[in-house]
């Protein structure tokens, strides 16, 4: 069965600044997907952004990529220019493109300081 | 832009109650999917359908948990009866068929204290 490890329960960062979430997955699968999810306090799930394991180039979003490593089971959240909006919870998650079953680590709290 | 509907919005009951979530995915969304979230962890699959079938319930409680998607568009999750540790959020979502080219659409959920 797939997991995914998210090892910072909590994360701050000063505003303007940049911070980078963590997350490692397992997995015996060569065809999957992964995504970044964020959850604010209202609960609704939001989604960031999302790599595609069968592209080589990292995903990237606006203000927010990723630092993609396949060899490695690698899947770490860059956010630059950090702002107050970006407070919430984030869910890194692993998709199976042969079972669509999507599962999630435990999340990473970020926390930024004005 | 669509969203996946959830309701109510928030749920009290007593233990040993019966208590039942509803969702409405997005239109054309064959897979709708229901997540429990504890507070402060990631969500847990509880039940993934694919149009009416269950695909996978592995982590479903079948002693007290039942979902059904009998027309292979909303979707209702039962309880009965609650326990106190089934107080938690229940996420619901959608994604479409095939080759997947997008995301999962999340309801708002739906949180269920169990007193």
């Known amino acids: 069965a797939q997991t995914v490890t998210q090892s910072q329960p909590e994360m701050s960062v000063q505003e303007a600044e940049t911070v980078t979430l963590s997350c490692t997955y397992d997995t015996s699968e060569s065809d999957y997907y992964l995504f970044w999810y964020k959850q604010p306090p209202s609960r609704q799930m939001i989604l960031v952004i999302r790599?595609?394991?069968?592209?080589?180039q990292n995903a990237t979003e606006n203000r927010f990529s990723v630092n993609f490593q396949k060899a490695a089971k690698s899947f770490s959240l860059k956010i630059s220019d950090s702002q107050l909006g970006d407070a919430a919870m984030y869910f890194c998650?692993?998709?199976?493109?042969?079972?669509?079953?999507?599962?999630f680590g435990k999340g990473t709290k970020l926390t930024v300081n004005p | 832009e669509a969203e996946v509907a959830q309701s109510p919005r928030y749920k009290i009951t007593e233990k040993s109650q019966a208590v039942a979530f509803w969702c409405d995915p997005i239109?054309?969304?064959?897979?709708l999917y229901w997540y429990r979230q504890i507070l402060g962890q990631g969500p847990e699959l509880l039940v993934q359908?694919?149009?009416?079938?269950?695909?996978?319930d592995s982590q479903l409680p079948k002693d007290r948990f039942s979902a059904e998607r009998l027309k292979g568009v909303d979707s209702t999750l039962k309880i009965q009866p609650a326990e106190l540790g089934d107080s938690a959020m229940y996420l619901c979502?959608?994604?479409?068929?095939?080759?997947?080219?997008?995301?999962?659409?999340f309801g708002s959920g739906t949180r269920l204290t169990v007193v």
């Open positions: 998650a692993y998709r199976s493109a042969v079972s669509e079953k999507l599962v």
């Open positions: 790599q595609e394991a069968y592209k080589q």
């Open positions: 359908f694919q149009d009416e079938s269950v695909v996978d």
């Open positions: 979502a959608s994604s479409s068929r095939g080759r997947f080219s997008g995301g999962y659409t």
């Open positions: 239109s054309g969304h064959a897979t």
